[in-house]
């Protein structure tokens, strides 16, 4: 199975229209010949991960200054500024080895830009060390995957490697001002039955998120997936408004 999607090939990529940051600058800070990522998700643009578990080598991502020129000189490009740098990419970005020092680093940019703030897109799995952390709660907009909610539905979905279901929670539970990304899709494997949604609604809940961004497939994947309607994801963001946790349909 191959990617569905062509892997970006530099550190700055875009700007592209995001369907929930607008006008948005992508960093990928992954390798550029391969997806590095701790998680396996069904419907990944990128294909399979191959590489479990993932061994970051310093010396085949880009290094703290390289980060911050290559922003720089994206920006000088431009005719206007984005509305956001969003770390994104060949897989996760939290993974790797200075992610808290490439954050200060392209905070300082944007903190030159009044228009732009910056955003990260993750799926949480090295929250659990300190500097990662608090490095990601000094990013205007992280959004932390969550799209199961069950153990079960987590291996099925996200195949992760390296975290479990319940320590995520507690992760996601205990920090502040966490918002939430969730995929949701049906098909050979998915997250939409009604048991499976219930229970991520409940597992949501654990989070008490600041807000909850629901989406779901708009690109090929490689598994037979399909996407959800907006009429199911607005009736299931319309259930977690009922319990006060602002939700977003993107679609």
């Not at 995001?18 to 006008?23: A, E, P, V, Y």
Request: proline residues 8%.
């Amino acid at each position: 199975m191959t990617a569905t999607v062509p892997l970006q090939d530099g550190i700055v990529y875009g700007p592209v229209d995001s369907r929930r940051l607008g006008r948005s600058l992508g960093l990928n800070l992954a390798p550029q010949d391969r997806k590095v990522c701790s998680f396996d998700c069904v419907y990944c643009q990128y294909g399979p991960s191959v590489e479990q578990p993932i061994r970051y080598d310093p010396e085949a991502v880009p290094k703290v200054d390289a980060v911050e020129t290559a922003v720089g000189n994206a920006l000088d490009r431009l005719d206007r500024d984005p509305d956001y740098l969003t770390f994104s990419g060949n897989g996760e970005p939290t993974s790797h080895p200075e992610f808290p020092a490439i954050v200060d680093r392209v905070r300082a940019i944007a903190a030159d830009r009044p228009d732009t703030n910056v955003a990260l897109f993750t799926n949480g799995c090295r929250l659990a060390d300190p500097d990662v952390r608090a490095a990601v709660e000094r990013i205007d907009e992280p959004f932390v995957k969550l799209d199961a909610g069950t153990p079960e539905t987590f291996a099925a979905v996200n195949r992760p490697v390296g975290i479990e279901f319940e320590e995520l929670l507690d992760i996601l539970a205990a920090m502040d001002d966490v918002a939430i990304q969730s995929m949701l899709f049906e098909g050979e494997v998915g997250n939409l039955g009604e048991a499976d949604v219930e229970a991520w609604i409940e597992a949501v809940e654990r989070v008490d998120p600041v807000a909850v961004d629901l989406y779901t497939i708009a690109r090929p994947t490689v598994y037979d997936l399909q996407a959800a309607s907006r009429d199911r994801l607005e009736a299931i963001a319309d259930r977690l408004e009922e319990r006060g946790i602002p939700t977003r349909v993107s679609v």
